[in-house]
């Protein structure tokens, strides 16, 4: 399905999420970005996404200054296969592993308000 604008909900635990946009053409780098802002950490550390929602599994995007990929500066969000109510997993973090829960809740086709 093509979009233009994906809306999540990115939790890191029960009581604590911040709604996050991005734009079909923006990279799971950006993504990583926006929520390093919304829960105001520092970008020092390494991460990993898992598009699945499983820690460790092969559907992983790894930061850009990892040496194996894929990156996730190399893929644009509109170019992964994405659904409503999907759920993904982002790593902050390897050492304090923080664990965030991104739940895609719409996905705004061109035109839409």
Not at 3 to 14: N, W
Not at 29 to 34: E, G, P, S, V
Not at 53 to 75: A, R, T
Not at 91 to 112: A, L, P, S, T
Request: charged content about 30%; hydrophobic content about 35%.
């Amino acid at each position: 399905m093509r979009f233009a604008l994906l809306c999540c909900k990115v939790s890191l635990r029960k009581g604590t999420w911040s709604k996050i946009q991005l734009s079909a053409h923006e990279t799971l780098h950006d993504l990583h970005i926006l929520i390093q802002q919304a829960f105001e950490f520092d970008d020092d550390h390494m991460y990993p996404l898992f598009m699945d929602g499983k820690p460790w599994s092969k559907n992983e995007f790894k930061c850009p200054i990892d040496y194996e990929g894929p990156c996730s500066d190399e893929v644009e969000i509109g170019e992964l296969d994405l659904s409503e109510k999907q759920n993904s997993l982002y790593i902050f973090d390897y050492g304090d592993r923080w664990q965030f829960n991104i739940e895609v809740f719409e996905m705004k086709n061109e035109g839409n308000d």
